[in-house]
């Protein structure tokens, strides 16, 4: 599922920059909506790179502060987006390293509870274990290709530009954690056949 680049933050550019200049002259107030605005998307990139709800929102909270801190260096002429993907791979870099464990997968009850009928939301749980399976048997640098670009609908280059590397470098992480994440689940349902 793609979702496109520009409604990503739930927020149009104009909005965004203003939002910035009033935060950078100290209204908390446009702060806190630039908070609002953003947090469920740096909670849902967290929450897939690092696989756990906890995690995630330490990751998340740790974003805002950064923002905070570096808010008057921000250029507000500059997209705030990319900004923000960037620093929450960062930091969930920082927190893996920290951990130099794998986090065990969160519940996909909590996903599928929402569903209408118990057979869907057993079919959505399954759909869901199977992604962050797939996603955890990436590298690190597959994950956060596979997350940025396919999942969070960023362009290449910008993924390129958010993960300090080439957009060709970039393009074929995305394509062998694409092939990684099709043997599995192929795999997957082979067994389950």
């Known amino acids: 599922m793609t979702v496109p680049w520009a409604g990503s933050f739930d ?6 920059r203003q939002l910035v200049s009033r935060a950078k002259a100290g209204d908390a107030a446009a702060f806190e909506r630039i908070v609002a605005l953003n947090e469920r998307t740096v909670l849902r990139v967290a929450r ?3 696989a756990s709800s ?3 929102k330490d990751a998340a909270q ?3 502060i950064r923002l905070h801190r570096g808010l008057a260096r921000f250029d507000e002429t500059k997209d705030l987006a990319p900004w923000l993907y960037r620093v929450t791979v960062n930091i969930c870099r920082d927190f893996k390293r920290r951990t130099k464990v794998d986090i065990p997968l969160e519940s996909a009850a909590q996903t599928a509870a ?3 009928t118990p057979e869907q939301s057993v079919m959505l749980s399954e759909q869901y274990e199977m992604v962050l399976d797939a996603l955890a048997a990436l590298s690190q640098r597959e994950r956060e290709a596979i997350v940025l670009r396919d999942l969070e609908g960023c362009p290449t280059s910008e993924v390129a530009s958010m993960l300090g590397s080439s957009e060709t470098t970039v393009r074929s992480q995305l394509s062998t954690g694409r092939m990684k ?3 599995l689940l ?3 349902m082979w067994r389950r056949a």
């Open 11 to 16: 927020m149009e550019q104009t909005l965004c």
């Open 48 to 50: 897939r790179l690092l």
């Open 54 to 56: 906890e995690e995630a």
């Open 62 to 64: 740790e974003v805002f």
């Open 114 to 116: 929402n569903s209408r």
């Open 181 to 183: 994440i099709k043997k």
């Open 186 to 188: 192929a795999d997957r």
